[in-house]
């Protein structure tokens, strides 16, 4: 079973940037394709941004597009989210995952390896 961590949150002022890490172990990270979610106090868990294995396919929220950039390195069983020009409604906590199957998806159902989570807090 693949353990995933997340990294890289903290607190930021609206208009700063933030990366986020999210590091692969034990199982098979290079062929999956991966997502991050978010969950705001009071909120549901909402689709972030994805990418295919390769890494030439991303998929983004609109509500982050032209805003956040997701990569992965397959070589280090990593992928990332940079954050720029945060702002308050970014405030959440973000969750890497392992899709279970394969195609796109932007349905936290069909994503079967979740992180523990990082906090990301953006203050106006």
């Known amino acids: 079973q693949v353990q995933l961590v997340e990294s890289g949150g903290g607190f930021v002022q609206a208009g700063g940037s933030l990366r986020l890490s999210c590091v692969a172990s034990r199982g098979t990270f290079g062929t999956y394709y991966m997502g991050w979610f978010r969950q705001a106090p009071g909120k549901e868990r909402e689709f972030v941004a994805a990418?295919?294995?390769?890494?030439?396919?991303?998929y983004y929220a609109n509500s982050v597009k032209g805003r956040f950039i997701i990569s992965r390195d397959n070589s280090k069983n990593m992928v990332y989210l940079q954050m720029n020009t945060l702002k308050p409604e970014d405030t959440a906590v973000y969750y890497c995952?392992?899709?279970?199957?394969?195609?796109?998806?932007?349905?936290?159902?069909?994503?079967?390896?979740w992180g523990q989570g990082t906090q990301v807090t953006v203050s106006s």
């Open positions: 990418i295919d294995w390769s890494g030439r396919n991303t």
């Open positions: 995952a392992r899709r279970k199957g394969t195609g796109y998806s932007d349905y936290e159902g069909d994503f079967g390896s």
